[in-house]
């Protein structure tokens, strides 16, 4: 009877355990996927590190934005970052941040509306990653 209870409480903690990684809104959408480091979509936020110079990558963001027809706000960028900012049809408040980490290795995070929305993200990555 110890070792069921001890299963019980195990496969509770589990249980527990999964709910809270759910509740967060943690889900990692794909790791060591082709041409990227890692792609996570984490509290609303796609962020995914692309192999790709910081220019090549930003000119590609750029283009996702004009690609996807979405409305173009503004665009900032130094030699560090690059702010994208853009709406969608209903609205929804979509930011491209581009980080340069390395000569060959740039940082993508994706934020759609307050709370993110995870099909838009995708779809913006997708299309960066098409445009490199």
């Known amino acids: 009877m110890n070792t069921f209870s001890s299963l019980i409480r195990v496969s509770a903690a589990l249980a527990l355990a999964a ?3 759910v ?4 889900l990692v959408v794909a790791a060591g996927a082709a041409g990227a480091g890692t792609v996570a ?3 609303g936020e796609l962020e995914a590190s692309l192999e790709g110079r910081y220019d090549a990558v930003v000119t590609a963001a750029s283009g996702a934005v004009t690609d996807l027809k979405f409305a173009r706000i503004s665009e900032n960028k130094d030699a560090l970052t690059a702010v994208i900012i853009a709406r969608t049809a209903d ?3 979509i930011e491209i941040r581009v980080t ?9 995070q994706i934020r ?5 929305d995870e099909f838009v993200s995708v779809s913006i990555l997708d299309r960066i990653k098409a445009n490199l």
């Open 91 to 93: 609205d929804k408040k």
């Open 23 to 26: 509740q967060s809104g943690c």
């Open 100 to 108: 340069r980490v390395t000569d060959t290795l740039s940082k993508v």
């Open 19 to 21: 709910l809270v990684g």
């Open 41 to 43: 979509y984490i509290r």
């Open 112 to 116: 759609v509306g307050i709370f993110g």
